[in-house]
């Protein structure tokens, strides 16, 4: 089954007379699994197409499924416990709560879906230590690197075990040798994790490991190219997907210890950490 549908999807932005058409008739699908990298000039319609994927925007026509469900069919509390609990988001510039330690954003998504505290810490430490950073887990965002800001982001995606990580530029902020111990980490967690991984990128090396790129121009998709081999085309759910766990080859084990220091990128991100910010943290 495909994981992730679209269905000729649009996207109109309107403000006061003009109208932009971000997303012109968008179909694709996104197996089990899957790697898939999009790519295409500034303007063409990817990060608007992710918001709508991932459930953080609506179209203005077209369908989105999530594991067959149409996020149109469901009211937005629904929408919001599927974007909680299927889906783990990694964006550009990190977007951790800058009041909350490493540990407590890991936990932050757990603790919405009522979980209780002890079993979310056990979790998040869990987590953070597959991300080389159970040391860290009393920092503040404000005390690490770009890139360990971004590895505790990954644990936060990854912590709620989603079906599907969505990733907006992950390595944009980071210098060229921390994208690539990040994206090395992202890939290799998705495959051993058994996710699937839909990760917007301008780096062509980047694209060059996914399994498939899908190019937008023009809030169109372009025709597919092919990505990295991908070891079993005969269980192709949908054009290019697969439900294989080992489609990802794994890694080399990142050594995080040559991470560079970037501090200080991070300084609040609007995001807004919600009522949950009111009462003490356990
Ligand atoms: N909230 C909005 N209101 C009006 N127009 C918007 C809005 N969001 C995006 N757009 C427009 O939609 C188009 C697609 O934007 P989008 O952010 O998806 O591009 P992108 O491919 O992610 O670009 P980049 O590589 O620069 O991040 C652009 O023309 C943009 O100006
Ligand atoms: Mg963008």
Known sequence: MAVLEARNVWKV???????????????????????????????????????????????????????????????????????????????????LLPPLTAEENVMFPLLLGEMPAREARRRALDQLTQVGLAGRRTHFPSQLSGGEQQRVAIARALVIDPVLVIADEPTGALDSENGRLLLDLLQRLVAEQGHTLLIVTHDPNVAARAHRIIHLR??????????APHPDPAELAYAGASSSETAVPRADSPDFAGMKKQRGQNQGNGVDPGPLLARELP
Do not use: C, W, Y
């Open 13 to 95: 932005f309107r403000s006061g007379t003009v109208e932009v058409p971000a997303l012109r008739g968008v179909n694709l699908g996104v197996g089990q699994g899957e790697f898939v990298a999009i790519m295409g000039p500034s303007g063409s319609g990817k990060s608007t197409l992710l918001h709508l994927l991932g459930g953080l925007d609506t179209p203005s026509q077209g369908e989105i499924l999530v594991e067959g469900n149409d996020l149109a069919t469901l009211s937005d509390n629904q929408r919001t416990v599927l974007r909680r609990t299927r889906i783990g988001f990694v964006f550009q510039t990190f977007n």
């Open 218 to 227: 023009d809030g169109q998709v372009e025709p597919d190219l092919p990505g």
